[in-house]
Structures are given as C-alpha cells and as structure tokens.
C-alpha cells in the first residue's frame, strides 16, 4: 500500500534543507547526511514534509510563510500537546524535536517520526478491496478512535493549562464569528443570520474533554490490516466540548446521498458502501460515551460554519496573494455553498420547532 502521497515542494513552500538537516544532526546524534525532501499533498494549513533518510523517514511540520503563531500556527503548541498525550492515548506520531531558533528556517518547527501506512482520500486504492462489511468496521474503528480521545482525563495527561474553563461553545461561537468577519472578501455570503442563530440557540458544554478539533479520516493512518495507527494534525487540539468536536469532524462526512455540490467538497471515502450515515455516527458516538445528543442541529450547523470559516481564511490568503496555491482559488464557491446548507438546515429546524 503506498503510504504517504507525498510530491515535489511546492516553490512557495520551498525551505533551506541543508539548515534544517544541520541543526536534526545536533538533537539527532546517529542521524547523517541530508535528506531527501517531499512535501504531503494533504493538507492546507501548516505545511507538512517527508524527509527522507537511507534509513528512516521523519516529518517536519511548520506553519505557512507570514503565518502568525496563533493556535492554529502555534508549533511549539502542537509539539507539546502531542508530547503529552502519547502516555494516555497511543495514537499519536513520536515526537522527535523542536526548533523555536528562526535563523534555521524563520519561524518554529518541529519533526517527527514518520508512521508508516494508509490514509485514505477520496479515492482509496483499488487494492484494498474495500467491501461493505469491510468499510463498516474500519468506519466504526475510526470513529471509535475519537471516542478514546474524549475519554482521556485532561489532568493525568497534563493538558489541563488549555483549558480556558466553562464557556467554550460561547466562545467558540464568538471566535469563529470574528474570524469570518475578518476574512470576509466581497465574493461570499455574509453569514449575518447563521452568527445569530448560532449565538441565540447555543447550548451549556456537555463536558471539558481533550478534543483533537480537525478529526478526519484523512487524518488517520491505518496499518496493513486498515487498523487505526495515528492520529494526525493536532494544531487544533484543545480542551472543550466534544460535542463541538463531533460536529466539526462530521462537517467533512459526505455520505453517498449527499448533492453533487458537496459531493465535490469530499476530501475522504466516507460515501463507499458500508460507511455509517451521519445520523448513524452520531448514534454510535452516543452509545459508546454515554452522551445525550439532544441538540445535534446546533452542532452540525456549527460545524459546516466553522468549515466555511476555515475556507475563507485560506480563500482570504490566495486573494491577497499571500499564497498562489491553485487549489485555493476556488475556495469561495464552497463558502457560498456551505452557508446555503447551513440554511437550509436552520429551516428545516424552524419547520420541526427546534
């Protein structure tokens, strides 16, 4: 199975590797040589490359150029967040150092072991033959590695200090609002009534739970027998409430039945036969944890929110070519499209008298 969908650095991306290969040598004593570099085509917030050694891979993360430190930048923040939870939940790639030293290559950086598997994109490889029965368990398995993690106890895994105690869907709420205004081009809706309905129809947090806050099958790495082997991407991660984490990750299911528009947005296999609908996730994730799910409109239309947000940003930096990525210039069809579904949900929630 090939593991890692990497490809030739992107010029913007492009970085001095003789520096970085200086300084791995000095926190890495038996490592030699230069490495091979390669950049993960996944992805489009901070930037992810393979390095390649005769014998071992690694993975350096970095945010993208002009990027500021904020939580979604924050390296030394997602070093340490994995670092710490590795005791408590085995899911995360071995850390193997940070660089807070900008002379090296401008801004902080960390490296990490690289976990050999598959992540699965829209198309998974034909090899792995995929039946239904097959799918439903990697499915269940995957959606089970989140409820491990809003189990793990944010004291004994030391990430108490992200809390910012009770208040998060509040905040998440008015963060996620500020943002889109901020990142709003003349291009895409304004959002105006989704904000309010969010803000007039927010629940109490359900619990304080480490929460991953971009969990996606595309950030799973699955072993030969398609069992889970990491977790990836962890610039979000945080202490809140996993029902806000739940909505957020199923943002990214589109399942078989959903519009072509949607269709499009699908960046993971989750509508091959034999995947749990969205309803169905939310059922599995009740039983297992526990949690009453009595709102789940709220959650989903935050979710698909947040997700225009986090498009729009990224749309914001390729219309003020801050990036020339190709893949971005898009991106504003799809946060015209997200606020229509949003809509459409909140009608349906007026018509039921939610």
């Known amino acids: ?136 368990t990697l499915c269940t398995d995957v959606v089970d590695l989140l409820v491990e993690l809003h189990r793990v106890d944010p004291e004994a895994a030391g990430l108490q200090e992200l809390s910012r105690g009770p208040g998060y869907v509040q905040r998440q709420v008015a963060g996620w609002s500020k943002r889109y205004r901020a990142a709003r081009t003349r291009n895409v809706p304004s959002f105006e009534r989704v904000m309010a309905w969010l803000a007039a129809n927010q629940p109490d947090d359900v619990a304080s739970r480490v929460i991953h806050g971009d969990f996606r099958l595309d950030n799973v790495v699955l072993g030969d027998d398609l069992a889970p082997r990491a977790v990836l991407d962890w610039e979000l991660a945080t202490i809140g409430d996993p029902l806000m984490d739940l909505g957020s990750s199923l943002a990214y299911w589109v399942q078989a039945d959903d519009d072509r528009v949607f269709k499009l947005t699908g960046r993971q296999p989750t509508y091959l036969p034999g995947m749990l609908r969205r309803e169905e996730v939310v059922a599995h994730y009740a039983e297992r944890t526990g949690t009453p799910v009595d709102n789940w409109t709220f959650y989903e239309v935050f979710g698909l929110f947040r997700l225009a947000v986090i498009a729009q940003q990224i749309y914001y930096r390729y219309h003020h070519k801050q990036t020339r990525n190709p893949a971005f210039r898009h991106y504003w069809i799809m946060v015209g499209y997200l606020d229509y579904r949003c809509r459409r949900l909140l009608r349906a929630a007026a018509r039921k008298g939610d």
């Not at 660089?99 to 829209?122: K, N, Q, W």
Request: proline share 10%; with cysteine.
């Open 1 to 136: 199975m090939t593991a890692d969908g990497a490809r030739p650095v992107r010029d913007e991306d492009a970085f001095d590797v003789e520096a970085v290969a200086v300084w791995l040598r000095e926190q890495v004593p038996d490592l030699t040589g230069t490495p091979e570099v390669r950049q993960f085509a996944g992805g489009a917030s901070n930037l992810t490359y393979l390095l390649r050694y005769p014998d071992r891979d690694l993975v350096l993360r970095r945010p993208p150029a002009g990027a500021k430190p904020t939580s979604g930048h924050d390296m030394a923040r997602e070093y340490r967040v994995q670092r710490l939870l590795a005791p408590v939940y085995p899911y995360v790639p071995a850390m193997v150092a940070l660089c807070t030293d900008h002379a090296v290559l401008g801004s902080d950086f960390y490296v990490m072991e690289r976990v050999p598997g598959t992540v699965l994109r829209s198309r998974p490889p034909a090899d792995l033959a995929l039946d239904a029965g097959r799918t439903r």
